[in-house]
C-alpha cells in the first residue's frame, strides 16, 4: 500500500468513481453489492423504477446507468480513496438534507444545527482494517467545520459483533474518531461529533 490519499468526489473524478465499483468495490461476495451507492439519494419510487429495470438490463448495469445520470447531476456526493492513482475506497457524506434515504426519521427530529450525514463506506478487499474509514471520517469532519457545519453524524446498528461487510460504520469507528451517541432507536444509534 502506497500513501492513502482521500478526495472529495467531483465531475473529473466520476471515472475514477465508476472504475472503483465497476472493478473493485464488492469483489468479495459482499451481500450488498453490486452497487455504486445511488439508495441514499434516491426515492422510494426511484428505487422500484431502478429496480424493475433490472430484468431488463441487469442489475450492475441498470444500477451503473443510474450512477452515471445521478453523478452527471451531482447528486451523489463524498470522497474517494486512492491508493496512487487507484481508487480503492469510498464514502458516502453529504448535508443531512440532500439524502432522501438513509438518514433515519428519528436523526431528522434530534439535529443539532446544519449536519453532514455519512451513509456509507465500501472499501476495497485487502485495504479494510488498515484505518482508512477512521482516515475518511477525519477528513469529512475537518471539511464540516471549515464550511461552518455544526455536527456530522453516522447511524451505526447496534452490534456486539464485527461485520467486514457493515457499510454505516461501527459504534466503535465512530468512537475512536471522537464521536459520542445522540440518540438511538429500533437498533440504530445516532453517532455525533459536535464541531467547535
Known amino acids: ?6 478526495k472529495r468526489l467531483s465531475s473529473q473524478l466520476i471515472p475514477d468513481y465508476l472504475d472503483f465499483f465497476d472493478n473493485r468495490a464488492f469483489t468479495d461476495d459482499n451481500p450488498n453489492g453490486p452497487c455504486y451507492c445511488t439508495s441514499p439519494n434516491q426515492s422510494e419510487e426511484e428505487i422500484r ?21 445521478m453523478l452527471d447531476q451531482n447528486k451523489i456526493q463524498g470522497y ?19 439524502y432522501i434515504g438513509f438518514v433515519p426519521e428519528f436523526a431528522r427530529k434530534n439535529t443539532c444545527g446544519k449536519t453532514i450525514s ?5 472499501i476495497a478487499p ?12 477525519d477528513r469529512v469532519c475537518d471539511d464540516a467545520r471549515s464550511e461552518g457545519y455544526a455536527a456530522v453524524e453516522g447511524y451505526a446498528d ?5 461485520n467486514e461487510f457493515d457499510y454505516k460504520g461501527s459504534v466503535q469507528l465512530y468512537q475512536k474518531a471522537g464521536f459520542t451517541e445522540a440518540a438511538r432507536e429500533n437498533g440504530q444509534v445516532i453517532m455525533r461529533k459536535v464541531l467547535k
Open 158 to 162: 447496534l452490534s456486539d459483533k464485527r
Open 49 to 69: 423504477q431502478m429496480v424493475s429495470e433490472f430484468r431488463i438490463y441487469g442489475v450492475k448495469e441498470t444500477v451503473r446507468r443510474y450512477a452515471v445520470e
Open 118 to 122: 455519512i451513509v456509507c463506506f465500501e
Open 80 to 98: 474517494l480513496v486512492y491508493d496512487g492513482e487507484m481508487s480503492v475506497g469510498w464514502c458516502n457524506a453529504s448535508d443531512m438534507e440532500n
Open 1 to 6: 500500500m502506497r500513501s492513502i490519499i482521500i
Open 126 to 137: 485487502g485495504y479494510r482494517g488498515k484505518g482508512i474509514a477512521s482516515a475518511i471520517i
